[in-house]
Nanobody
Framework: QVQLVESGGGLVQAGGSLRLSCTASGRIFSIGVMGWYRQAPGKQRELVATISGSGSTNYADSVKGRFTIFRDNAKKTVDLQMNSLKPEDTAVYYC??????????????WGQGTQVTVSS
């Protein structure tokens, strides 16, 4: 069974840091773009950051300079280091990845989500 499993969410004060981790498991032949998205209560899910297999990154304007996305292709992981957290960063954070599970195409997978709460 192919899945993405996140960890590292929690409660932190404004100005603090958290690191989210996501591991892809199962029968995976290759991984395309990996990324993190978030969804705050009453809002649509939005992109936070993505990273390609070659390491090219893309960030939402709201997190540039504060968040950094990392990936380890050998371990099939993608991490999100979040610094200088703000209350408006409070949301459920979801890992996302395009995975080749044996077919010729990449399919998009989502993790179950991890809660990040930033108190003021």
């Amino acid at each position: 069974q192919v899945q993405l499993v996140e960890s590292g969410g929690g409660l932190v004060q404004a100005g603090g840091s958290l690191r989210l981790s996501c591991t892809a498991s199962g029968r995976i032949f290759s991984i395309g773009v990996m990324g993190w998205y978030r969804q705050a209560p009453g809002k649509q899910r939005e992109l936070v950051a993505t990273i390609s297999g070659s390491g090219s990154t893309n960030y939402a304007d709201s997190v540039k300079g504060r968040f950094t996305i990392f990936r380890d292709n050998a371990k099939k992981t993608v991490d999100l280091q979040m610094n200088s957290l703000k209350p408006e960063d409070t949301a459920v954070y979801y890992c996302n990845a395009n995975l080749n599970t044996g077919a010729s195409s990449l399919y998009n997978y989502w993790g179950q989500g991890t809660q990040v709460t930033v108190s003021s």
